[in-house]
């Protein structure tokens, strides 16, 4: 078993994956951070438009708060903005 089959996803062919790993070196460590940030704000791009669609009568700041609570789940939300949306 050699260090691709142990990763290989089951719809990825053992091609395939070598592939992906040449590219992701050859771009190297700027372009996958570059690749990594883009990702992230395209899903937090996705998730607020998502926000919008299910409650069209928020503001931009309930949007951003249900964001935020959306991506750090529940409890870390509430132990960082709890009181800080008591306050409000």
Known sequence: MNRFTRILPPDTTIDALRK?????ERIGITGRAEMTFELSDNLRQIITDGVRLRH??????????????ITL?????????????EDK
């Open 20 to 24: 992906q790993f040449e590219i992701l």
């Open 56 to 69: 069209p009568e928020y503001s931009d700041s309930q949007v951003r708060r249900e964001v935020l609570r």
């Open 73 to 85: 789940g529940d409890e870390l939300y509430r132990k960082a903005y709890e009181k800080r949306d």
